[in-house]
DNA sequence: TGAGCATATAACTATATCGTTATACTATCA
DNA sequence: TGATAGTATAACGATATAGTTATATGCTCA
């Protein structure tokens, strides 16, 4: 893999390290919503929900689509779970090895 | 997934999130390597290395062993191959995706 | 024991980014 | 046209982290 390669398989991940934003996709994958309701479901603040959404948009995880002046997102990427589940896995790994030292 | 669990997979897409250390447990794909050799194959300082290879283990993604003055790290997580295979995936869809739009 | 090599850590600077507050923009509707 | 609702952006302070330089630690061997 070329260093430049490397440098864009970073950033998605980098996407991807924020708590707020998975929560956010978490949310968006029983399917589209407004702003107002991503706010409201991740309890956070809307200025802040509006940037995280830019940036996971920039890098094509998430599309919008305005009707009237609500914007809905939703999932363009559905390999973010696919993604999730591989992490989730190896950490579920880790965890029982450690519980399997104390055991 | 409780904001706890959501809270462990951000912290190790954060990890992954350094081309650096992209580049590093790619070269610990060839094998296990002295931090040294590391140094030389990323092209880095050997505090810098050290650094982010002790990152890398704490997260559970390299393993070390000490050989006399000399340690060796090696990936002791495969999983990360899987995750980078999807996000390279993800990326060439998306690439093929805009290339279309101009092609 | 003392020199030298390999690695780790400390201290620092520079940069990036999160969350907040205030405000701008845009569409709807009375 | 004016008011309001939904969303986006700007500016700011606080925190985190990458990389560097200097130094400490630990092992080997003469």
Known sequence: ???EAVSLV???FKVLSEPLRLQILQYLENGESSVTNV???V???QPNVSKHLKILQDEGFVAKRQE???VFYKIADESIFELCDVVCGSLK???SERSAVFG
């Open 10 to 12: 970073a950033a998605r």
């Open 68 to 70: 009237g002046n609500t």
């Open 39 to 41: 706010t409201k479901a």
């Open 93 to 95: 790994e880790r965890f």
């Open 1 to 3: 893999m070329s260093a």
């Open 43 to 45: 309890n956070s603040t």
